[in-house]
């Protein structure tokens, strides 16, 4: 009895006495997966636990959280750590992944707003837009931003007070529209996690989808990974039966749609294109026609969304590095804070200004992505969806053995090139900033620091203001005569700006289609003060003479025509007010808006109208 006593206590070194009885198959799951992790881990976990039965409920929980992990990543927990283990000893000899490579610049366009190029590659997009899919990756919080609820959520403008979301939905179905296919159902999918995931679904339904399809609208959900204690990869506990959880990056978004089968899917139903894009950067969709056109025309299995990068500048490079050794090359993203010690390694200098340009020879990336997709599927059955991992510890001594805090295996959306052949064709088209590039992503406090410091802030009334001046420099471009911009500072955020011009997504797209709602642009002046809202697809503007508020909604199916029209009033302004005392969302701005009087003229039903205020003779 003795003897059978110590083989039940120490079989492989394992407690076993110490599991609870009547586990279910999946807690069986979670033990089997614990012990083939390795007998330290099963003893780590475990040894704490009373024996037998004892706090049976919370044993059984962690057994099953441990199980689902190998539901929601690729080999359970054994694969986990025994990956994690490799990256955490290659990090703590501090060995340099990029010590072989050369960096050059990759192959791709520099679109020039306006350009005939420029609108060329648009209407070469529209007519891919019936093979097209739209992803969202909006896994976060807003509390960067400062704010407690999801990012998508925050308004893109506070005179229409349209949210992300809902602006991103209002794209969607302007694509639809431009592909003159009535019937066309673009799938959105929206990747979310547990802290955003209920909040999103309910912002969707409560605003009817924002006018798409419930169906075409997919919400997938990340789960998040176990935190890691020690070079060893032991896992971190919050408890005794609770594991430490961290996001493993939005690279998990391919592993969604592989592990749903939604890539296969797709290619099934004929679609070629996915369009990838981030949660607070409005502008992206400006660039989505004419990349789309440039991956169709170029045929890359990747295309990067890129900016003229400043020198030293926190995003980071599109870049095609060459193994030096096997001379095979990968076009990447290559990170800010790595690129200075690469250049300097293989060029002789940092992260510098080229002397003709005054930027980065490298186009920043933006992370709005344009990815092929039967290839696509195909290298994500390969890999499982799985795309290539990297930890970054904070060390706490010199002999890099302790770390400040948990880490764990993270993955990026962006390298996906990495899995790519080096048949593959990937490529890059880089636009204008204020065309394209304007996200929502620092909080007052970290704004007034960038501002003050001339740097992009980056902060909610920058992007705000930035829709406006591309708006107006839309219409300036076309020959409508807007008042210039002057500078206006807003709780310590100084930014240009001209008049509020709000223009719905089905007005203005596509770019080189805008002049036909404004045929005669040097009948139409609009002043610094003014604030022009327009929503509705079928507005035509011939004559205005805006100095104050107007706003134009045009449900679907009415036709309006702007003949001639003046418009005098006080206007809306921006106003700057203490955040303390404002609600969120505002708080996160430091602004309200004053709407102190406005023309409204609403068109709720189908049918053609005239506005024409012109004298009668």
């Not at 912002?203 to 399809?213: C, I, P, Q, V």
């Not at 971190?236 to 961290?246: G, L, N, Q, R």
């Amino acid at each position: 009895l003795q003897f059978l006593y110590f083989i039940e206590i120490t079989v492989t070194g394992m407690s076993i006495n110490k599991l609870p009885g009547s586990l279910s198959e999946e807690q069986e799951r979670g033990v089997a997966d614990l012990r083939k992790t390795g007998e330290r881990y099963f003893k780590n976990v475990t040894d704490s636990w009373p024996a037998g039965d004892a706090n049976a409920r919370e044993k059984k929980a962690l057994l099953t959280d441990i199980a689902k992990l190998g539901k929601n990543y690729p080999g359970g927990l054994p694969a986990y750590v025994n990956k994690a283990k490799t990256f955490l000893e290659l990090s703590r000899q501090n060995i340099n992944t990029l010590a072989d490579v050369e960096p050059n610049v990759p192959n791709g366009l520099y679109f020039e707003s306006f350009s005939k190029e420029f609108y060329d590659y648009e209407k070469i997009g529209i007519s891919g837009i019936k093979g097209l899919c739209m992803v969202l990756v909006a896994g976060g919080l807003g509390e960067r931003l400062g704010y407690s609820g999801i990012k998508v959520a925050l308004p893109t403008n506070i005179c229409t007070g349209l949210s992300y979301l809902g602006y991103y939905c209002e794209w969607i179905q302007a694509l639809q529209d431009l592909s003159g296919d009535a019937s066309l159902r673009i799938p959105f999918v929206v990747m979310t996690s547990g802290d955003t995931h209920i909040q999103t679904e309910r912002l969707l339904k409560d605003n009817a989808y924002y006018g798409l399809s419930r169906s075409q609208v997919i919400l997938v959900q990340q789960e998040k990974v176990p935190a890691l204690s020690s070079n060893e990869a032991d896992l971190a506990m919050e408890t005794p039966y609770k594991m430490i959880t961290k996001p493993h990056g939005n690279g998990d978004v391919h592993l969604l749609l592989h592990q749903t089968g939604l890539a296969k899917k797709w290619v099934s139903e004929g679609r070629k294109h996915i369009i990838f894009f981030q949660d607070t950067n409005g502008l992206a969709f400006n660039t989505v026609l004419p990349t789309l056109g440039l991956a169709m025309k170029e045929k890359f299995s990747m295309t990067s969304v890129c900016v003229p990068r400043k020198a030293g500048e926190a995003i980071g490079c599109i870049t095609s590095l060459q193994n030096k050794k096997t001379g095979s090359t990968v076009v990447c993203n290559v990170e800010y804070n790595q690129i200075s010690s690469l250049l300097q390694s293989t060029k002789g200098h940092g992260d510098i200004a080229d002397p003709k340009t005054g930027l980065s020879e490298f186009p920043g990336n933006t992370n709005t992505l344009v990815i092929e997709l039967s290839r696509y599927a195909n290298v994500l059955s390969a890999t499982s969806g799985i795309m290539p991992e990297f930890v970054n510890p904070k060390y706490a001594n010199e002999e890099r053995t302790a770390f400040k805090s948990p880490t764990r295996l993270e993955c990026m959306m962006e390298d996906y090139p990495k899995l790519l052949s080096s048949s593959d064709k990937v490529g890059f088209a880089s636009f204008d900033r204020w065309i394209s590039f304007s996200p929502c992503k620092n909080n007052l406090a970290e704004a007034r620091k960038k501002s003050s410091s001339g740097l992009d802030a980056w902060g909610a009334f920058t992007a705000e203001v930035d829709f406006y001046n591309q708006n107006a420099s839309l219409l300036t471009q076309l020959g409508v005569n807007v008042e210039q911009p002057t500078d206006v500072t807003m709780s310590g955020v100084t930014s240009k700006m001209t008049a509020m011009v709000w223009l719905c997504p089905g007005f203005a797209a596509p770019l080189f289609n805008l002049r036909s709602h404004f045929p005669t642009p040097n009948r139409v002046s609009i002043s610094r003060r003014s604030c022009l809202v327009v929503n509705g697809a079928n507005v035509t503007i011939r004559q205005l003479n805006l100095d104050g508020a107007l706003i134009i909604n045009a449900s679907h199916g009415a036709e309006v025509e702007i003949r001639s029209l003046t418009v005098r009033n006080e206007s809306w302004s921006l106003e700057e007010s203490d955040s303390d005392l404002l609600i969120a969302p505002e708080r996160i701005r430091g602004y309200t808006i004053n709407r102190r009087n406005q023309l409204i003229l609403n068109f709720s039903r189908p049918g053609k109208y005239v506005v024409d205020d012109s004298p009668k003779l």
